[in-house]
Nanobody, 124 residues
Framework: QVQLVESGGGSVQAGGSLNLSCGAS????????MGWSRQAPGKEREGVAA????????YYLNSVKGRFTISRDKAKNTLYLQMNSLQPEDTAKYYC?????????????????WGQGTQVTVSS
């Protein structure tokens, strides 16, 4: 059974930083995408960043490029999202996800497995 458990969310002021973590267990795919998506109240969920375990390819939502960095520690089975220069518009619940579909960030149900989410709140 696949489990994805996020941590590291919290409340920060604009310009601050947070580092989200996602511990993964039970994933049996040889190569797959792991990513972060977010959903703000009243808005659709959007893919923020993703990484392909096969070659390290990384995707970023345009609005977070240069501020967010996705990384993965294979030995620890942990996915990270370092978020710098946070802005109020980054406020959302952030979800860790995993799956094998191509371009998972572009699809509503692009991932096979999802975590429960961690809240990020950025105040101005």
């Amino acid at each position: 059974q696949v489990q994805l458990v996020e941590s590291g969310g919290g409340s920060v002021q604009a310009g601050g930083s947070l580092n989200l973590s996602c511990g993964a267990s039970g994933v049996t795919y040889t190569h797959y995408y792991m990513g972060w998506s977010r959903q703000a109240p009243g808005k659709e969920r959007e893919g923020v960043a993703a990484i392909y375990t096969g070659n390290g390819f990384a995707y970023y939502l345009n609005s977070v490029k240069g501020r967010f960095t996705i990384s993965r520690d294979k030995a620890k089975n942990t996915l990270y999202l370092q978020m710098n220069s946070l802005q109020p518009e980054d406020t959302a619940k952030y979800y860790c996800a995993a799956g094998t579909q191509a371009y998972p960030w572009s699809k509503k149900d692009g991932y096979d497995y999802w975590g429960q989410g961690t809240q990020v709140t950025v105040s101005s």
